[in-house]
């Protein structure tokens, strides 16, 4: 499932693909690949990804459905 809500969150604050790697440390193509659903991050990348994008594991990883 694509993680529309990670990419709506790095747009939100004029960050690329390769700006938010580059702070979490990992490649372009995990960024995306998370974005596209083809990757399913360790609990660690994901709590990286919330603090450079100052929002909560809920609000980035969690599915309403």
Do not use: H
């Not at 529309?4 to 969150?9: E, G, M, P, W």
């Not at 372009?28 to 100052?54: F, H, S």
């Amino acid at each position: 499932m694509k993680n529309l809500k990670l990419k709506a969150a790095r747009a939100a604050l004029d960050l690329s693909q390769q700006d938010l790697a580059d702070k979490v440390g990992v490649s372009r193509q995990t960024i995306n690949a998370i974005e596209k659903g083809d990757y399913n991050p360790t609990i660690n990348l994901c709590i990286a990804i919330c603090k450079v994008l100052g929002k909560t594991l809920d609000e980035l990883f969690w599915d309403q459905e």
